[in-house]
């Protein structure tokens, strides 16, 4: 049996109304990339904008095995008996080869996913990381308009996609493990300058003292880096995930970012900033994929780099000839 | 009077044999933008490119104030004293405009720019800082032809401009200032994390305990970051550029750098990869100027953003409307 197909009007209606089925199926329409449904997609998220935007929005990243997914199950158990409405979203290049390596596991968010007032939804798949930060970034304004009011968005620091999610998210949040160096961690340099927070997790048992010491270290770390526009000093803080220990204290911690933020009017500017890059952005991205998806420009583009490799010509004379090759087609 | 008209092929046989006036007159060239000189520009660069990429190419930021005309008219002086051929480039963006902020007052460089084996060229002037770091990379070509074996490449650390000069050097030296904060000296976020060296000058006198300090805060901040891909460990220094005091020491820790790396293959590796790089650069830099210039689209762009800060549309849906009217025009 086929299901029944639902008009986009409708499903904005049931949206508003929280409905969490018309939520999950508007967003796999936004993933299926179908040029069938485009038109659908469309009309969902020009019908949720007028609701949307009204969520604090934070980004978590850390490697794996730095505890994200407990992480995120404790917090967000915390802010729902704050009765906060809590979606967890996903921004994963690596998974769209292997098809969801986080939030692929809901069994690790046991309580969460059971919740009336949790929305849980892995990483979208797709063939770029641009492609998958457009959905995840249409997904968060139809979690938005079905009344969602902290959207929590988990990446891994490893590669770009922590570029990507900091790019639309309100407060960037950095998960770390004590006593393991960086370079155990896997963390990519310069990502540590994007975080608003530094939290130390695992921070119980044996370990608590060396977290100790980490946040000691790292808090001098952060002192030296230039001052944050938001006019915000990022903070190091403990917690021990598995243990429900500094969530309380994270929380404050981000709703006193809010506070100062919104009251400096950092927190809107930020926001529009980040919608203005978002449409540069996608324009770019889809001028370069114009250009270097044509076939002669893929062959002549590898002769050309094997010629910059021999010293045989420079970057630019390389580049007026290939922009020359296209113009020409 | 006319000057003479030198043909491309004599230019190239005469920086070849170190004349540094064909080597001036040739760089006027690259710079002058003409359309009537691009063939002539083409003809010089690939005669010269047999001769270039032999030199050490050394960047070196920092925000003004901090020393850096001093420091390079030291640093310059002992590589010569050691029988090295120095050029100095810049690039500085914000000189575009004001026409020569760096480098252009060469009577901090007084000794310097007496020097036969020294050759010193303040930043060209461009419309965009893709223009002025382009004509700057050329320029390494043609000094590397001429014979000179360090090109320094001098910019300030406030914009953009140390992201391109990073791309187009070997090593990258950050200049800073003991005492006055990051805040102070209006460094960006990020730079930190790109330097292979920081220098903290101005260590002498009453500075110099404190810069003791600044040195061991540093190391301890830099020891936070991940290890670099070249499998360097970053270093901080002190120095007195004006009293000549840590320059040989330095110029020690580079060329160690540049064993190293050379050792493991990094040097070239690098070198390969800011190439491609600038391939790319130059061709998403072109694809966008194509595109933004159109004055349909600046019109119509200024819409969308309008729409975007009034929540109406998403930058998605902006963007397919943008890239659309491109493709009717």
Redesign the interface.
């Known amino acids: 049996l086929r299901k029944k197909k639902i008009k986009p009007q409708d499903l904005v209606k049931q949206i508003t109304q929280g409905n969490k089925t018309a939520l999950s199926r508007s967003i796999t329409l936004i993933e299926s990339q179908q040029v069938k449904h485009q038109e659908s997609v469309?009309a969902i998220?020009?019908g949720c904008?007028?609701f949307?935007?009204q969520s604090l929005r934070i980004g978590i990243t850390g490697v794996p095995g730095v505890g994200k997914s407990t992480f995120i199950e404790a917090f967000g158990n915390y802010l729902i008996s704050l009765g906060k409405k809590v979606a967890v979203l996903a921004v994963d290049p690596s998974s769209s080869v292997s098809h969801g390596s986080i939030l692929g596991d809901k069994t690790r968010m046991e309580e969460l996913v059971k919740q009336e007032n949790a929305f849980i939804r892995p990483t979208p798949s797709g063939d770029s990381l641009g492609g998958v930060a457009?959905k995840t970034?249409?997904s968060i304004?139809l979690c938005e308009a079905a009344g969602f009011d902290t959207i929590l968005i988990e990446t891994v620091g490893v590669g770009q996609s922590e570029t990507m999610v900091h790019s639309m998210t309100d407060f960037f949040l950095l998960l770390k493990l004590a006593g393991a160096g960086?370079?155990l961690?896997?963390?990519?340099?310069?990502i540590?300058?994007m975080a608003d927070a530094i939290v130390i997790n695992k921070a119980d048992g044996e370990n608590k003292k060396p977290a100790e010491q980490a946040k000691s270290?790292?808090r001098?770390?952060l002192h030296?880096?230039?001052?944050?526009e938001s006019g915000w000093k990022p903070k190091v803080k403990l917690a021990s995930a598995l243990h429900q220990i500094g969530i309380e204290e994270i929380w404050n911690m981000i709703s006193a970012y809010e506070k100062a933020t919104k009251a400096n009017d950092f927190f809107q500017h930020k926001r529009?900033e980040q919608?203005?890059?978002?449409?540069l952005?996608?324009?770019?991205d889809?001028?370069?994929a114009n250009?270097y998806q044509q076939p002669k420009i893929k062959t002549e583009l590898k002769k050309?780099?094997k010629a910059?490799?021999n010293?045989?010509?420079?970057?630019?004379?390389?580049?007026?000839y290939?922009?020359k090759i296209a113009k020409d087609l």
């Open positions: 469309n998220i020009e904008l007028p949307a935007n457009q970034r249409e304004i960086d370079e961690q896997g963390i990519k340099r310069g540590m300058e270290e790292f001098k770390a030296l880096y230039p001052e944050t529009q919608n203005k890059f978002w449409l952005q996608t324009i770019n889809r001028l370069k250009f050309q780099l910059i490799e010293n045989e010509t420079t970057p630019f004379v390389a580049a007026t290939l922009l």
